[in-house]
């Protein structure tokens, strides 16, 4: 079992940044591949970002904006998100697992992210 938390979520104006952390806990944190998926009102999750040992992936809507980035010794991951839109407000979850989003992974409980114009 797998313990994903959430926390950097808040309110911002655009054109500001903001860090979301995902803090692990229970199983081997560095054997998952980890990502970020999102949801905002009225619309479907969708994928974010995604990080395994030494690839990183992105949504085309965050490419050149958003990072990701894991730290195995703090079963961290973290997404850096820059030069936000108001587009980006939506909850933000982290997920773990083999296969990202799958029915097998696990995810966090989300956090708000708010971006007004």
């Known amino acids: 079992q797998v313990q994903l938390v959430e926390s950097g979520g808040g309110l911002v104006q655009a054109g500001e940044s903001l860090r979301l952390s995902c803090a692990a806990s229970g199983r081997t944190f560095s054997s998952y591949r980890m990502g970020w998926f999102r949801q905002a009102p009225g619309k479907e999750r969708e994928f974010v970002a995604a990080?395994?040992?030494?690839?990183?992936s992105y949504a085309d809507s965050v490419k050149g904006r958003f990072f990701i980035s894991r730290d195995d010794a703090e079963n961290t991951v973290y997404l850096q998100m820059n030069s936000l839109k108001p587009e980006d407000t939506a909850v933000y979850y982290c997920?773990?697992?083999?296969?990202?989003?799958?029915?097998?992974?696990?995810w966090g409980q989300g956090t708000q992210v708010t971006v007004s114009s």
């Open positions: 990080v395994s040992a030494s690839v990183r």
């Open positions: 997920n773990a697992g083999a296969a990202l989003g799958g029915p097998s992974s696990y």
